[in-house]
């Protein structure tokens, strides 16, 4: 083991410490004090904040001058209108009822006992992402909300503006009576750093994943603690012999081209074949002068000219790009057979006019999130109430689809007695 690493685990070690000791404080934190936080720091991104400037400025031209694409390089950029959109988000969770010591569920026994269940934080997670400097403050404002510590490694190419951000978390953490230590960025960009957060059971009590699918693999691969994460996003939209077409066409573009990079944007397209000739002529028109590319089954291909033929591959793919997949079925079971076995369990639509069918397609896709007339695009924690997410899970246990407040809090089980003594 090198010196390097050494000071390194060491450094590690002792901001992980620093969270746990953090967590306690915060957990014992009144809602008035986290929400006192989170305003101050809406306050702090609106104000003038040349350190911040400065600190993405130079994290935008080292991008630059190292050759990445415009589009990774735009993702680096703090403008101002990113700062007042994440100024409104920390309003917003202030404004979100407080899950932290919730009790539900609460009854008597036949013993007089009353037994019930109470909400309560994690703990301290951990967030390893990439690229996009915002996510430093989303993360952390739902840590702070939801009475959790957070250690954040953020990818190199924002590294001077994570921890730029993360200054302002923490002087908005003191000015509420808050320890500073409950947000903490890793600040190294060494890989090592993932590495120790993967093992960290002493110190992480979840570690979500952010980014790209290479990354979520290997965190999901190296952890022992608990992991919070999706790999794909491969959404269906299936239209049912029973759609309103005009309602099919306007939902399936909206899912696939309102944005075509998110992990919410459809990838795969069902259709009845007895509605087929009626609505993918009317589908590949719209799309045509939006250039998007059809990969279809060979039963598809002679209604959308210029399509090209679907491999085996196509129908599980994730393109987060112009491109769909589509596919005639015979029904209802057998769309469901297809999107369970190739899609990714994030979010599936169905368009129809029946409730049978509809109700049937809720309880038997496989999915975080399965909707009825609706665009896959709104499998998004602000779109669901959540105010903001800390991302998305296709995990069955803890948590599934946009994870927020309550996704980031567990129960524990509380008894209230008068007394009472088991006999």
Same mark, same amino acid.
């Given at each position: ?18 969270? &746990? ?15 006192? /936080? ?7 991104? &609106? ?8 600190a993405?400025?130079?994290?935008? /031209? ?5 050759g ?27 404004a ?7 009790? !539900?569920?609460?009854? &008597? &026994?036949?013993?007089?006992?009353q ?15 990439? !690229?996009?400097p ?5 993360? #952390?404002?739902?840590?702070i ?26 002087a ?5 009576g ?23 059971? %002493? ?23 608990p ?12 239209v049912d ?17 309102q ?8 990838? !795969?397209l ?9 609505f ?7 799309? #045509? ?32 790009d112009?491109?769909i ?16 076995r ?6 599936d ?14 309880? %038997?896709?496989?999915?975080a ?5 609706a ?12 105010? /903001? ?5 296709t995990?069955?246990?803890?948590a ?24």
């Open positions: 083991m090198t010196a390097l690493f050494v000071d390194l685990f060491a450094e590690l070690e002792t901001l992980g410490q620093a969270s &746990r000791a953090a967590s306690r404080v915060l957990a014992a934190s009144s809602t008035a004090a986290r929400n006192q /936080a989170l305003l101050a720091l809406a306050r702090r991104l &609106r104000q003038p904040q040349p350190q911040v400037t400065e993405n400025a130079q994290d935008v /031209a080292q991008a630059q001058a190292r990445l694409e415009a589009p990774l390089v735009d993702r680096l950029r703090l403008t101002p209108a990113i700062l007042e959109t994440l100024a409104q988000g920390c309003e917003q969770i202030a979100l009822p407080d899950p932290v010591g919730e009790i !539900s569920q609460l009854a &008597r &026994r036949e013993s007089g006992i037994v019930g269940r109470m909400r309560v934080p994690l703990g301290v997670f951990g967030m390893v992402f990439e !690229s996009r915002n996510v430093s403050i989303e993360v #952390a404002s739902l840590g909300k939801s009475g959790n510590a957070c250690i954040l490694r953020g990818g190199s190419e924002a590294l001077a503006s994570n921890r730029a951000l993360v200054a302002l978390v923490q908005a953490l003191e000015e509420a808050l320890p500073p230590a409950a947000v903490q960025l890793v600040p190294h960009a060494d890989r090592a750093a993932v590495s120790w957060m993967c093992t960290a059971t %002493e110190h992480l009590d979840l570690l979500i994943p952010r980014g790209g699918k290479g990354l979520i693999e290997r965190v999901a691969a190296e952890a022992k603690v992991v919070l994460k999706h790999l794909d996003g491969n959404c269906h939209c299936y012999e029973h759609a309103d077409l005009a309602m099919a066409l306007t939902v399936v573009d909206n899912a696939k081209t944005k075509v990079s998110p992990c919410n944007a459809t990838e !795969s069902l259709v009845h074949r007895a509605v087929a000739a009626a993918l002529p009317r589908l590949a028109e719209r799309w #045509a002068p939006k250039g998007v590319e059809f990969r279809a089954c060979p039963e598809s291909l002679p209604l959308l000219p210029g399509a090209l033929p679907a491999t085996e591959a196509d129908w599980a793919a994730e393109y987060l112009t491109k997949s589509v596919k005639l079925v015979g029904g209802l079971d057998e769309a469901i057979a297809h999107i369970n190739y899609g990714s369990h994030h979010t639509t169905i368009l129809t006019q029946h409730h049978g069918h509809a109700m049937r397609f809720l309880r %038997e896709v496989d999915s999130s399965v909707m009825v007339n665009s896959t695009r709104f499998a998004d924690g602000f779109e669901y109430g959540l105010g /903001a997410e800390i991302g998305i899970s995990d069955k246990l803890h599934r689809g946009p994870v927020g407040l309550e996704g980031l809090t567990s129960q524990k089980w509380i008894v209230l007695g008068e007394g009472q003594v088991r006999t």
